[in-house]
């Protein structure tokens, strides 16, 4: 591993510990084995740094919904591709997308996070598109707000960066499963 690889693992590690406010470079660098300087080298600040890490696995996330809104399957089979798409971002990300949702970044003024800011709107569309397409078809329920249902099945699925732990929990796909059937079972029109 090189030493800017090394540096955003670490990173990673300790902002998933502490949190990304309460940790420092000096934090990052004792964890590396480095001074705190040599990180100048590689990043210009603990934002940049953050950034890296995040931003990969946000524009994953954002091309895998477009990819599956494109697909020709039906509403349902969409909201499980999305969900698990969504949720299998936690597998090798864990720490990743963990330290992703975790943090009050994406509310930041700082221009630095302008293009995350962007992924994740664009993100949230594609899910209310999703939602929206299903009702039109009548896979959903069109009684019910598509945003509401979007962003809440988002939380569901956000949620897991407060309790996952790959060692000691249910295997992605059944976590996946579970979180289709309650999201689409109170999703179907009523008969």
Same mark, same amino acid.
């Given at each position: 591993? @090189?030493? %800017?690889?090394?540096? =955003?693992?670490?990173?990673? &590690? #300790?902002? &998933? %510990?502490? /949190? #990304?406010?309460?940790?420092?470079? &000096?934090?990052?660098? %004792?964890?590396? @084995?480095?001074?705190?300087?040599?990180?100048?080298?590689?990043?210009?600040?603990?934002? $940049? +740094?953050?950034?890296?890490?995040?931003?990969?696995?946000?524009?994953?996330? =954002?091309?895998?919904?477009?990819? +599956?809104?494109?697909?020709?399957?039906?509403?349902?089979?969409?909201?499980?591709?999305?969900?698990?798409?969504?949720?299998?971002?936690?597998?090798?990300?864990?720490?990743?997308?963990?330290?992703?949702? %975790?943090?009050?970044?994406?509310?930041?003024?700082?221009?630095?996070?302008?293009?995350?800011? $962007?992924?994740?709107?664009?993100?949230?569309?594609?899910?209310?598109?999703?939602?929206?397409?299903?009702?039109?078809? @009548?896979?959903?329920?069109? $009684?019910?707000?598509?945003?509401?249902?979007?962003?809440?099945?988002? /939380?569901?699925?956000?949620?897991?960066?407060?309790?996952? $732990?790959? !060692?000691?929990?249910?295997?992605? !796909?059944?976590?996946?499963?579970?979180?289709?059937?309650?999201?689409?079972?109170?999703?179907?029109?009523?008969?």
């Amino acid at each position: 591993m @090189g030493r %800017r690889s090394e540096i =955003l693992q670490r990173a990673t &590690e #300790v902002f &998933e %510990r502490k /949190g #990304v406010t309460q940790t420092s470079l &000096e934090d990052i660098a %004792r964890e590396v @084995g480095i001074k705190r300087e040599a990180i100048y080298y590689y990043f210009k600040g603990r934002h $940049d +740094i953050l950034l890296e890490i995040i931003v990969p696995s946000s524009r994953e996330l =954002l091309t895998g919904i477009e990819d +599956i809104l494109k697909s020709n399957v039906p509403g349902n089979e969409k909201l499980m591709n999305a969900i698990r798409s969504h949720v299998n971002a936690y597998n090798p990300r864990y720490l990743e997308m963990s330290v992703a949702l %975790r943090e009050d970044h994406l509310f930041s003024d700082d221009k630095k996070f302008e293009e995350l800011r $962007d992924i994740w709107q664009r993100y949230g569309d594609m899910w209310c598109k999703l939602v929206e397409d299903g009702q039109a078809t @009548g896979a959903f329920r069109a $009684d019910l707000d598509a945003k509401l249902v979007s962003y809440a099945i988002l /939380g569901m699925c956000n949620w897991l960066s407060r309790w996952f $732990d790959p !060692e000691k929990h249910q295997s992605l !796909e059944e976590i996946t499963d579970t979180y289709f059937k309650l999201t689409f079972e109170g999703m179907q029109p009523r008969a």
